[in-house]
């Protein structure tokens, strides 16, 4: 029988007659692996894993689980040698705008790391809720994440959501997801989709005013002031309070989506701008986004933002950036020609939040990993990430159907890079292996809805257009042309 393993590995090669053994008779590490390479061999007298770190081995793991899921009690002999193109493969969830419980998030992490996903981007805060204890700054969570109501989108209820997670749920998250070889990259957004944390602390806005926890979807004017110094001294703050439980690599400080109207009539942030010789708004948010970088590189942290802080052309070149927009004038090409790296994450190909109909599974396949424009800078481009945002999603079921098989598909565009084997041989492999959701307790999208007909597409996408008014949308064009 035909075997079929996602993400598809490099080599399957067949390993002589009869059944293998069951048992793992050895799993080691081997030096001369790369680190996340490694070799699965059925053979007659057992089964024998070798990989580049403990990770690797584990990967072998989960393509041994995928195997017995389809011969069961009959395992052929055969070797996988296998090892991903990228070495950046995210998976992202959004947890401000709608909790999701620790023990559910779990359950979406352990599934992700079977398809041997190795990060997990964490969004806890935005406009909706900050959503993590935070001792230094304990407002955050007290007010920030309390919010009274949800009108997001087609939607309206006067019920309150307050959670968050503890800081000993955080650790826990953070060792589980060591556990199975996934790194955390933890996200606080600035300058903009902070009106949670600006409920909390509306002293760090220009303005000053006191606002509320945003109860609808959208764009907002409110976002931290540039100008004030007192605003980094807070940043500093809440850094070091969020790195103790965070010990990774990566820290993401997003930069998207951040309307600049009151930082153009803001006093102070106009003489930050005359003093720093700054022309642009948006050389203001690099000079902004590079200022808490620096303090991130001084704790020996990577930063990650959205492209749109780029746009001011002045980011630090060791920044990642995280492409999810059409970058029309390409100044994501222009940052790494100066030595920068990107992740790709393109709203067509790697929104998961869009239905099926907008945002196929074959599209989610088929995503570029070298976009146009980025063909020079190769090299710099890191991998993929796939993202579930979640002002339209209330629960779980909804979410894990959004998110799977779609996030599998993002798996394999990440493992296999240009040299994937095609949506059929994908999908052909999917169906095999769909009772694994079932096994992880997981709601996946059922197969006649993986590529939906043309009508059916059409309908989809009526009823998620339901969710913007004709005003919502004008609102958001207004803030896209001050972002
Ligand atoms: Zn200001």
């Known amino acids: 029988m035909e075997i079929g393993i996602i993400p598809e590995p490099k080599k399957i090669l067949p390993g002589g007659e009869g059944c293998a053994g069951h048992v793992i008779r050895e799993n080691k590490l081997n ?41 069961g009690e009959d395992l052929p002999c055969l070797t996988v040698e296998d090892s991903p193109e990228y070495s950046w493969r995210a998976f992202h969830i959004d947890c401000a705008r709608h909790f999701i419980p620790a023990e559910e998030l779990k359950k979406m992490i ?10 997990f981007h964490w969004h806890f805060s935005d406009d909706q809720g900050w959503r993590i204890e935070c001792r230094r700054y304990p407002l955050l969570h007290e007010v920030g994440a309390v919010r009274k109501g949800d009108h997001m989108g087609n939607y309206d209820s006067e019920e309150t959501e ?23 990259i933890p996200e606080v957004d600035m300058p903009g989709h902070v009106t949670a944390l600006l409920a909390a602390y509306p002293q760090y806005g220009c303005r000053g005013e ?35 439980l965070f010990p990774g690599t990566y820290f993401h400080i997003g ?22 010789g700054l022309s642009t708004l948006q050389e203001l948010q690099g000079y902004m986004e590079n200022r808490i970088t620096a303090y ?23 920044t990642i950036v995280q492409l999810w927009t059409e970058d029309k004038e ?29 945002t196929s599974l074959q599209d989610v396949y088929e995503l570029d990993v070298r976009p146009e424009g980025l063909e020079k800078a190769e090299k710099g481009i890191l991998g993929t990430e796939c993202l579930i945002w979640t002002e339209h999603i209330r629960d779980m079921e909804k979410l894990e159907t959004m998110c799977w098989p ?76 001050i972002i």
């Not at 004030?228 to 809440?238: V, W, Y």
């Not at 600049?260 to 720093?276: A, D, F, G, N």
């Not at 309908?459 to 207004?478: C, Y």
């Open 31 to 71: 030096p001369a692996f790369g680190e996340e390479e490694y070799r699965l061999q059925l053979k007659a007298d057992g089964i024998w894993i070798e990989g580049g770190s403990e990770k690797a081995c584990l990967y072998a793991e989960m393509s041994l689980e995928q195997i017995r899921l389809q011969c």
């Open 110 to 119: 352990r599934m992700a790391a079977h398809f041997k996903f190795n990060k």
């Open 162 to 184: 307050d959670r968050y997670y503890t800081r000993d749920q955080v650790r826990e998250i953070v060792a589980y997801c060591k556990e199975l070889g996934v790194e955390v």
């Open 210 to 244: 006191q606002i509320p926890v945003e109860t609808r979807a959208g764009i907002f004017r409110d976002i931290l002031c540039a100008g004030k110094e007192e605003t980094f001294e807070f940043i500093k703050g809440l850094l070091d309070d969020l790195l103790e």
């Open 255 to 276: 930069g998207d989506e951040a309307p600049k109207e009151y930082w153009s009539s803001c006093p102070l942030c106009r003489k930050r701008m005359e003093e720093e």
């Open 296 to 318: 991130l590189k001084s704790r020996g942290r990577t930063v990650i933002v959205w492209n749109e802080a780029a746009y001011g052309g002045n980011l630090d070149p060791d």
């Open 330 to 358: 390409n100044r994501l090409g222009a940052h790494m020609e100066k030595g920068g790296s990107a992740v790709i994450s393109i709203v067509k190909n790697c929104y998961c939040d869009y239905p099926y109909g907008i």
């Open 406 to 481: 779609r996030y599998a598909a993002s798996a394999e565009a990440g493992w296999c890079g240009q040299k994937r084997p095609g949506y059929v041989s994908f999908e052909g492999r999917m169906k095999r292996l769909f009772p694994v959701f079932e096994r992880y307790g997981i709601h996946a999208e059922k197969v006649s809805g993986w590529v939906p007909p043309k009508e059916e597409a059409e309908r989809q996408k009526a009823e998620f257009e339901k969710n913007f008014s004709a005003e919502d949308r004008q609102e958001v064009e207004k803030m896209q042309e």
